[in-house]
């Protein structure tokens, strides 16, 4: 419930600042927030249905989950690739300083990776390869986290506008790695 919250919140920020900045990366950072919180709604949703003994439901849940998970992490990158390159040529306009954005991934830099040890923690009792898998992608926000505070403050303190859109294009490969793990867990699970 507690990485629902702060995604949403998170999410809500991230996106408001960054097309009020026309960051291009703090929109995807706070676009990836908002599937991680469908993620983590599935995962309880998951763990409710495994601790009913609903074996079958459990399955069919876990398919659905990284179908739509990896399929919009695949489209989140499409979209920073075609943004942040549109930028880089010169079409769509530079980014405007955001300490908002600053702010926000900032916090949830030091945020994820207590939230992904605190879930690493229950999910190994549980033996839950969902919630472990859902810590993971917390990791890998905390990366998206850095990737984009280094971006809005390379171009806060130094003026480099076009740092915004290099960030977005480095959160590129780790949204492609989780949309396609997500995609290739649903392709196993059919096996």
Not at 7 to 25: D, K, L, P, Q, R
């Amino acid at each position: 419930m507690l990485t629902v919250a702060w995604n949403v919140v998170e999410g809500v920020v991230a996106v408001i600042a960054g097309s009020v900045a026309g960051s291009v990366a703090l929109v995807g950072f706070g676009v990836d927030s908002f599937i991680e919180t469908a993620s983590a709604a599935v995962v309880g949703w998951r763990l409710r249905a495994e601790l009913q003994g609903g074996a079958r439901d459990v399955e069919r849940i876990e398919r659905i989950a990284a179908r739509v998970a990896g399929a919009l992490l695949l489209a989140l990158a499409a979209y920073l690739v075609w943004d942040a390159g549109r930028r880089l040529i010169g079409f769509g306009g530079e980014a405007q300083e955001s300490r908002l954005g600053i702010a926000v991934t900032a916090l949830s830099l030091v945020a994820m990776p207590l939230l992904a040890w605190a879930k690493l923690r229950v999910a190994s009792p549980l033996q839950s390869a969902a919630l472990r898998a859902d810590a993971y992608e917390t990791v890998t926000c905390a990366w998206l986290s850095l990737t984009t505070l280094i971006g809005l403050a390379l171009n806060v303190w130094l003026g480099w506008s076009w740092a915004d859109p290099m960030a977005a294009l480095l959160l590129v490969p780790l949204i492609v790695r989780e949309g396609l793990e997500g995609l290739r867990h649903e392709q196993c699970a059919d096996d």
